[in-house]
């Protein structure tokens, strides 16, 4: 699902998520690729941080649902994994050979069959529901995602490609899809201290009233626990200049 993304007025904003992508290690062994099928090998860290706020002592948590930010799809789970949906564009593209050489991570696109509690009201009984909190901007801290790849995952999808299409010395790149980069909801607080035994509304407080009836009565909602969204827009994820992509080398 690529997020469709809606611009708000500059003083409108709320708070601004700098992402950046990098790896575990900036090398793949040729031998580390042909002895084990099973053992991870690749690592892709996305970091995430604060970096402006209008409640600079609160944390964020979003639904990463859909987005890159969601780790919780892993092959060794039976899943298939987001990378597999083009979250990283098209996967590894070799630098040292004009974008002609490529190892793909897979480009699929899912149609999911409806499922029991796909439209619960609390996000959280939701099917493949998934949050993350990014920490407040006072702290300086950041939280990161990790995508990891085996070398039986590495050469999955990669259109008949393998390890012995890989020379010392060539380079690869990976890049962040923008299209994946966001969140499907997000509210102010952690799921550990603010958030924590809440009900998540899919609605923000100004547009509840699509519920009708006391399902709209946010007094009412909030007394029984719910807490409600915040307008999507005014959370902007921007990528850290440099970090939207990242590269790894292979070695012997």
Known sequence: MVLIKKICAPQDVQATLTVRLTTASPTVSLSSL?????????EFHIYIRC??????????????????FDDSHRPEDGHMDNLALGMLGGGLTCATEAGLKRISFGYFKIHRARQDNGNALDLRDRP?????????????D???VKHTLTSERLFAYADGRNVDDLLVGERYKAHLSDGYVGATWWRWGGLEDELKNKKLHPSTKKTIGRW??????????????????????QLVFEVEEGGGSCEIGIIE
Do not use: C, H, M, Y
Request: hydrophobic share 30%; aromatic share 4%; glycine share 10%.
């Open 34 to 42: 042909r002895t084990s099928s099973s053992e991870p090998i690749l």
């Open 51 to 68: 970096n402006s706020s209008k409640q600079p002592t609160r944390p964020i948590t979003i639904s990463t649902q859909g987005t890159i």
């Open 128 to 140: 493949d529901a998934a949050f993350l909190t990014i920490p407040a901007q006072d702290t300086g």
């Open 142 to 144: 950041e939280v990161v």
């Open 212 to 233: 009708g009836g006391e399902e709209s009565d946010i007094g009412k909602l909030e007394k029984k626990g719910w807490v409600f969204g915040e307008n999507r827009a």
